[in-house]
Nanobody, 128 residues
Framework: QVQLVESGGGLVHAGGSLRLSCAASGLTFSSYAMAWFRQAPGKEREFVATISWSGGSTDYADSVKGRFTISRDNAKNTVYLQMNSLKPEDTAVYYC?????????????????????WGQGTKVTVSS
């Protein structure tokens, strides 16, 4: 049974930082591209960042480029999202997801339907 468990969410002031973690089990983690999506109240789920199985390729939504960094540790079956310079508009529930793609490129892996497995989410609230 595949499980993705997010942690690290919370309340932070604008300009602050948070580090989200997603621990995976029940799958060959190193074979999957991993991603973070988010869903703000009343809005659709949106892509945040993705990373290839090797960690050698990443892609980000324009809204978080230069502020967020996705990384992974295949030995720990964990993917991370370091979020700096947080803004109130970053407030959302953040989900990690696992998907498969041939090769190491992930720039095309920005749609939710491309990911097979999802976590339950962790809430991030950024106060102004």
């Amino acid at each position: 049974q595949v499980q993705l468990v997010e942690s690290g969410g919370g309340l932070v002031h604008a300009g602050g930082s948070l580090r989200l973690s997603c621990a995976a089990s029940g799958l060959t983690f190193s074979s999957y591209a991993m991603a973070w999506f988010r869903q703000a109240p009343g809005k659709e789920r949106e892509f945040v960042a993705t990373i290839s199985w090797s960690g050698g390729s990443t892609d980000y939504a324009d809204s978080v480029k230069g502020r967020f960094t996705i990384s992974r540790d295949n030995a720990k079956n964990t993917v991370y999202l370091q979020m700096n310079s947080l803004k109130p508009e970053d407030t959302a529930v953040y989900y990690c997801a696992a998907g498969w793609t041939r090769g190491n490129a992930v720039q095309h892996m920005t749609a939710s339907y491309q990911y097979f497995y999802w976590g339950q989410g962790t809430k991030v609230t950024v106060s102004s």
